[in-house]
């Protein structure tokens, strides 16, 4: 059996996830007559706690749709330089939105409300105006970071001030709450709207959500639709998406323990660059000193244990509910023994 740590976008449905789906209400969702896809949106509105939510194919559909929605072209928007929506979407925004993106650099996905405060163009003929800031949290390439409550709260108060949105995407909000035990509402309570994934962590097989003011949900049915994302029986996947929402949040706990648990096996291994303190939940990223990654990474596939390069100089170790404490013992011992050569 392989042991797989390339994401958790590879988690596979479970038994109850496949009875939902077998036995799901549905109908035509683009007229919005599906009550499975009604119930997951009132559902993951409340949960959010915004006016309304829509389902979407993907995160990257629901992030594209809100910066649609929030921005017109001409624009600019502010993102993290390491973000998902800058780094992993194909340049989505500056093909169908127009923006031009604005990154800053943060520190782990971190970005410092002062480095936004001076980012906020001016009133000035020259200048893109400034229509969205997007936040990320948990931050993917910030090795699972939890961005700190108080920061997004400095964040988004600046945003209020200038009149200007702000979106979070949220693929992994839960990991960020069950890690914390800060409430999904806390944090989304410091943005306009938010993009959350049913398809890693929770283990569904499809979709992501985004949630926001009922004007801007609206909005964003249309570009859904423009975009080719108009789902007809879209409950036969969205009923496994309901039980990821009412019974798959508290096991991401399971993932972070097997993140540690990791963490603490390769902490002050020679030959690595890492620092087990800044894993927070359940990705762990590590920098091989005396071989490549590329090298790593074939070197435990011939172990029968998969993991991602990241950049050249980087490995990302990815739990989910697919690998279990023995899988990461086994890999804590495998890369001892490539590291020792
Ligand atoms: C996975 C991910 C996305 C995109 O989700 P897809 O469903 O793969 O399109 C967006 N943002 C972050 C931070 C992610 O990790």
Redesign the pocket.
Do not use: L, P
């Given at each position: 059996m392989m042991i797989d740590l390339r994401s958790d976008?590879i988690t596979r449905p479970t038994g109850e996830m496949r009875r939902a789906m077998y036995e799901a209400e549905v109908g035509d969702d683009v007229y919005g007559e599906d009550p499975t896809v009604n119930r997951l949106e009132e559902e993951s509105a409340r949960v959010m706690g915004k006016e309304a939510a829509m389902y979407v194919s993907?995160?990257?559909?629901g992030?594209q749709v809100a910066i649609l929605t929030h921005t017109s072209p001409g624009t600019e928007v502010i993102m993290e330089a390491n973000a998902?929506?800058y780094y992993?979407?194909a340049a989505a925004a500056s093909a169908f939105a127009g923006i031009q993106p604005r990154p800053l650099a943060g520190n782990k996905g971190v970005i410092p409300p002062e480095l936004v405060a001076g980012a906020i163009r001016a009133d000035d003929v020259h200048l893109p105006p400034t229509s969205l800031i997007c936040l990320?949290n948990t931050?993917?390439r910030g090795g699972g970071k939890i961005v700190p409550l108080e920061n997004m709260k400095a964040i988004y108060k600046l945003a209020c001030k200038h009149n200007i949105p702000v979106h979070l995407?949220g693929?992994?909000i839960f990991n960020a709450s069950v890690a914390s035990g800060i409430a999904v509402q806390d944090y989304t309570g410091c943005t306009t709207s938010v993009?959350f994934?049913f398809?890693?962590g929770l283990g569904a097989p499809v979709g992501?959500i985004i949630a926001g003011p009922s004007g801007f949900i609206d909005e964003a049915r249309r570009w859904r639709k423009r975009l080719g994302g108009g789902m007809r029986q879209a409950g036969v996947i969205a009923s496994a998406c309901l039980v990821a929402l009412t019974s798959m949040v508290e096991r991401l706990a399971d993932d972070h323990a097997n993140a540690h648990l990791l963490a603490e096996g390769l902490a002050g291994l020679n030959g690595l660059d890492f620092d087990p303190r800044e894993v927070d939940t359940n990705i762990v990223i590590i920098k091989p000193m005396k071989m490549l990654p590329g090298q790593l990474k074939e070197e435990l596939k011939k172990r029968d244990i998969l993991v991602s390069v990241m950049e050249p100089d980087m490995i990302r170790l990815t739990t989910s509910r697919e690998v279990n404490r023995e899988d990461i013992e086994k890999t804590v011992i495998a890369i001892k023994e490539i590291l020792a050569g």
């Open positions: 976008t993907s995160g990257t559909m992030n998902h929506i992993y979407e990320e931050h993917n995407d693929a992994r993009q994934c398809s890693k992501s």
